[in-house]
C-alpha cells in the first residue's frame, strides 16, 4: 500500500505565502501524475493544480501566477508553492497520486493524502 502525508498549512495573512508539501511512502514503483486540490466548506473538491511525470504542469484560473506546483521524484514528494495569498485561498489541500505498485504485476492506484487546513485573513 501507499500512504501520503501532507504538510505545511496554516494561518497566514492576505497577501503571504505558504508552501504544502505532500510526500508518498510505501510500495511505490513509479509516480505518475501528482495533484492538489482544495475544499472550502460547503464547496465541492476542486482541482487547483497538477504535474505530470513529464514535467508539465496546469493551474486552475484563480491560481495562475500565484501558486507554482513542483514535484522532486528521488522523494516521491510533491509541492505547492502559494504566494499573494486571498482569504478566497481559504479550504482544506489535499494532494493526489497515481501511483504505479508491482506485486506480481503492475498496477496504478490513485491515492489522496489527509487534508491540510489553509486559513488565510483578511
Known amino acids: 500500500q501507499v500512504q501520503l502525508v501532507e504538510s505545511g498549512g496554516g494561518l497566514v495573512q492576505a497577501g503571504g505565502s505558504l508552501r504544502l508539501s505532500c510526500a508518498a511512502s510505501g510500495s511505490i514503483f513509479s509516480i505518475n501524475t501528482m495533484a492538489w486540490y482544495r475544499q472550502a466548506p460547503g464547496k465541492p473538491r476542486d482541482l487547483v493544480a497538477y504535474?505530470?511525470?513529464?514535467?508539465?504542469?496546469n493551474y486552475a484560473d484563480s491560481v495562475k501566477g500565484r501558486f507554482t506546483i513542483s514535484r522532486d521524484n528521488a522523494k516521491n514528494t510533491v509541492y505547492l508553492q502559494m504566494n499573494s495569498l486571498k482569504p478566497e485561498d481559504t479550504a482544506v489541500y489535499y494532494c493526489?497520486?497515481?501511483?504505479?505498485?508491482?506485486?506480481?504485476?503492475?498496477?496504478?492506484?490513485?491515492?489522496w493524502g489527509q487534508g491540510t487546513q489553509v486559513t488565510v485573513s483578511s
Open positions: 493526489k497520486m497515481h501511483v504505479t505498485s508491482y506485486s506480481g504485476r503492475y498496477y496504478t492506484q490513485e491515492y
Open positions: 504535474i505530470t511525470s513529464s514535467d508539465s504542469t
